[in-house]
């Protein structure tokens, strides 16, 4: 079984993790933790473009598991040299390793990747694709704090064009009957989304998501000048204060502060989850790779 994106799983699927993902995150604060369940097996991280999170998150919760965990050093492989991307999933294949978390520019890449692999393969994001772990830890830090995702009214607001977060994002909370609102710059916004101004999306929102501006993927300049962004599609404290009462914020990470974000806004004691999407990331993927790779285990 692989983790590709959030059609590859089933709903008992998605439900095994977000509730193991819960027991994991209580478990994590614990002083000690000895779990040694992925004893012998060896994990890899193959990641082609940068990350903090999804990367760190996947070393830590292969680790706390008691797996072995070898991150390819991409920038000093022999990718540099011209190896292929399918010769370097063949020659990583080969090495037999028992999970391999990919991350690429290119959609679609751990899928092609997947099928020349012989063990499962977690897709750590792909271009504008999907990001399908993400969303699961989104999910969770949602439901672990309102107690269900169910009826919650959800507002995904900026970059919606280039964010695979937001992509597995409204295929995952809407399958667990949320009601999702979008909002972006319309030169942001993908054809396939129907999206209105954050204004709109925002009244009323239990959570709102906000997503990095993507520059690195724009082809062409914004051309906002500094402040413009978050003046006019950004989450302030006078657009937030029109959320429930009780509204969280949310953001996958990195962030732009004073860009799509306040930065008060994304430090709030109360309001914020950002950093609890952080902690329960590590969860979320101890689930992941514990689902994975339940027939692998050594049996005695
Ligand atoms: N949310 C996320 O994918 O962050 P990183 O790019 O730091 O992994």
Redesign the pocket.
Known sequence: MDLLSITSLSDDQIATILDEGERWFAYNRQPRRNDHRLDGLTIVNAFFE??????LSFEIAANRLGAQVVTMQVEHSSIKKGETLADTARTLNAMRPDVLVIRHGTSGAPADVARIMDCPVING?DGIGE?PT?ALLDAATLRQHFGRIEGLKIAICGDLKHSR?ARSNALLLTRLGAELRFAGPPSLLPDDIAGGTIEEAVVGADAVMMLRVQRERLSEELGDGPGEYLAHYGLTKERFAHAAPYAVVMH???INRGVEIDGALADHDERSLIVRQVEMGVAVRMACLDLLTADRRVRP
């Open positions: 940068n990350s903090t999170r999804t990367l994001g990001h993400q977060v996958p990470g990195p």
